[in-house]
């Protein structure tokens, strides 16, 4: 019978003849690095746990320990991290981004609700760490050097842990009781915490103490001050103590009428914590546009819905009773705001001043080698300080503010006080190429709109603090961990195996090394390459 345009072989017919030496390129295997991983201020393998997450069930508590690997903290940032990785994830020019935080979430949960532990499982060094601060760097730091084996004391100025998480997060944002589980799990490894305790000399703390080295994260609780003229009869309270008593469980009065004065996330928190104690009018002024306020977009979101208003293109001129001068704005061609001489009344009760914050370094005064400048202590990459074995980070060394970032800070000084305890150096970040939404062949990735969390009933949210966004179900959480499209990164799907001409490609049973390419076969024509849809083959010169 005639075959006019082709031929069917049978499986396995192409090994007859090894055609490897016709060869100028051969396929490669690569473990390029997702964009997601490397926009984790915390270092967490993103890709990775997600992986595991996609097999649910028990898999769930293996991508929980992948994350607890970097991270103490997962149902903490699942609620309070701004996820620049998801900004990052590739899937996100396909259609939406993949729903990392919400997956986070869920598994921070999943540990709490099951009881899941972590276990210190290197011997004990011998050796006395000092940490000074138990909010988000802090309790990082001490979390890693305890699995280290070092003997851990956390020394905090206020009567509970948690720093800024408990005492600059509101409670409808960060439930009490999540923070609590997650603080508790570090204590049982060991770390000892002594709290209502201000440290004024650090050269005689360490010395007293006998500790080897020192870890120093105090925050910035400290809110910077405008200088407004003011009636002697004028409310003008600032954003961060505001939030600090209402951690201590107080609910200060502040009127019918609240303005608050900043554009950032604490601005936000602020204005939306005056709704809920009561503020008929809450209002944000602010003297940039809205698409040059630092504030997350689905926190200025969440605020409108719940009847926060926004004054933009204007600053606070003068302070009276029950009410305030605000002078309009605009913007100059640098983008800076300048003043225009027009001004109009607002009515308010109360002014919140939310202006930022800076960090209280009196304790550091004479200390030997260690620089502060600009209000921010200068580190290396190690974080360590000019000062041989005190490091220092979070909110007071120079770098973004955010509990993410400070858990990183934490997580880095960890492994560079270890190091310089044992007289060794770090190791090298990994270098990894990154993975471009370019080289993936998103034909395969089936249409997958996001899961997004639901959201407590608007009645509720401006009269209560319960919390605002919810958790992913079990299995809407399954489904957002199976959107990621492992980008750099072979998924086991088979594309290669099924797709080569040649069968040139070995299934091996290993999950780290799924398949091996035999090249006395492969001719080097790199359909394999071009059909992976995670773009975790390319194609390399024979002679590399």
């Known amino acids: ?29 690569v473990h390029n690095q997702p964009p997601c991983n490397r926009a984790c201020p915390a270092g967490e393998d993103v890709r990775t746990w997600l992986y595991d997450a996609e097999e649910g069930g028990d898999a769930y508590e293996r991508a929980w320990r992948r994350i607890m690997e970097v991270n103490p903290f997962p149902a903490v940032m699942g609620r309070v991290c701004y996820h620049p990785c998801e900004t990052g994830c590739n899937r996100g020019q396909l259609d939406e981004a993949v729903g990392i935080n919400s997956v986070e979430r869920f598994l921070g949960d999943e540990a709490i609700r099951c009881g899941w532990q972590v276990t210190v499982d290197q011997p004990s060094s011998g050796l006395r760490v000092l940490v000074v601060g138990a909010g988000p760097s802090g309790l990082s730091a001490a979390y890693q050097l305890a699995r280290l084996g070092h003997e851990v004391t956390i020394i905090e100025a206020a009567a509970k842990p948690g720093g800024m998480m408990r005492y600059g997060i509101p409670e409808y944002r960060l439930p009490r009781e999540v923070l609590d589980a997650e603080i508790q799990r570090i204590l049982d490894l060991g770390v000892h915490l002594q709290l209502g305790t201000t ?40 954003a961060v103590a505001l939030l600090h008593h209402l951690g201590e469980g107080d609910r200060p009065m502040l009127g019918r009428r609240v303005a608050i004065y900043g554009g950032g996330n604490t601005a936000v928190d602020a204005a939306r914590t005056a709704k809920r104690l009561g503020a008929e009018e809450s209002v944000v002024v602010y ?48 983008g800076f705001p300048q003043p225009t001489g ?20 009196r304790f550091l005064d004479g200390v030997s080698g260690i620089e502060v400048d600009h209000g921010v202590v200068t580190v290396d990459e190690q974080m360590m300080t000019g000062r041989p074995g005190v490091f220092a980070g979070g909110d007071m060394v120079p770098d973004q503010r955010s509990a993410t970032v400070g858990i990183g800070h934490g997580r880095r000084a960890a492994l560079g006080v270890d190091a310089w305890l044992h007289g060794r150096t770090t190791a090298q970040p990994d270098d990894a190429a990154p993975a471009e939404f370019e080289a993936l062949n998103t034909w395969y990735f089936a249409d997958a709109p996001r899961a997004h969390r639901p959201l407590l009933e608007a009645v509720r949210r401006s009269s209560t603090f319960d919390e605002v966004v919810q ?33 040139a490609i070995i299934k091996t049973g290993d999950p780290d090394t799924p398949y091996l390419i035999d090249l006395d076969y492969c001719k080097g024509c790199g359909l394999c390459a071009a059909e992976c849809p995670a773009g975790a083959i390319r194609m390399a010169p024979e002679d590399i």
């Open 1 to 29: 019978m005639d075959h006019p345009f082709a031929i069917t072989l049978d499986v396995g017919s192409s090994r007859a003849n090894k055609t490897g030496s016709w060869r100028t390129e051969r396929p490669l295997y």
């Open 199 to 238: 440290v004024t000399d650090l050269d005689a703390t360490m010395r007293e103490g006998r500790y080897d080295a020192a870890f120093l994260a105090v925050g910035a609780q400290l809110g910077r001050r405008a200088h407004l003229p003011a009636g002697t009869a004028s409310h003008v309270v600032d």
């Open 287 to 334: 003297r940039r546009t809205r698409e040059r306020m630092p504030a997350h977009d689905a926190e200025v979101r969440e605020a409108e819905e719940e009847g926060v208003r926004f004054t933009w293109l204007s600053s606070i001129t003068q302070v009276e009773e029950g009410s305030l001068t605000i002078e309009r704005m605009e913007l100059d061609e640098t």
């Open 342 to 361: 027009v001004t109009e009344q607002l009515p308010a009760d109360s002014l919140v001043l939310a202006l930022g914050q800076d960090s209280d370094l």
């Open 471 to 503: 958790s992913l179900d079990a299995d809407s959480a399954l489904y957002e961990a199976r959107r990621c499209m492992s980008c750099g990164n072979c998924l086991s799907c088979d594309n290669c195996f099924g797709v080569c001409p040649d069968n």
